[in-house]
């Protein structure tokens, strides 16, 4: 069974950081690529950062040179570390697999997902 354990999130001041983390089993998660996306409320889920099975790694505009997307592959664990918090950072944060290897950041190519878990940057 596919797993996606997300964890790390919390509650934090404008100008914070927070490490997020996502472990996975029940596939070879070495081979997909992993993305963080995050929901806002009353907004639509949203692409942070993806990182390919090679490394390769694309950011959304509003978190470049804030947000790090890296991977442990010896863990099976994708990490986001988020510096710089701002307050439009709050949402839930979800990680998810996708079917693919290569980079992508297309929503229909996510197919497994965590719970989420929960960032609120206070200002």
């Known amino acids: 069974e596919v797993q996606l354990v997300e964890s790390g999130g919390g509650l934090v001041q404008t100008g914070g950081s927070l490490r997020l983390s996502c472990a996975a089993s029940g596939f070879t998660a070495n081979d997909y690529a992993m993305g963080w996306f995050r929901q806002a409320p009353g907004k639509d889920r949203e692409v942070v950062s993806i990182?390919?099975?090679?490394?390769?790694?694309y950011y959304e505009d509003s978190v470049k040179g804030r947000f790090t997307i890296s991977r442990d592959n010896a863990k099976s664990t994708v990490y986001l570390q988020m510096n710089i918090l701002k307050p439009e950072d709050t949402a839930v944060y979800y990680c998810?697999?996708?079917?693919?290897?290569?980079?992508?950041?297309?929503?229909?190519?996510?197919?497994?997902w965590g719970q989420g878990t929960r960032v609120t940057v206070s200002s």
């Open positions: 990182i390919s099975s090679a490394g390769y790694t």
């Open positions: 998810a697999a996708s079917i693919r290897g290569i980079l992508t950041t297309r929503l229909d190519d996510f197919r497994s």
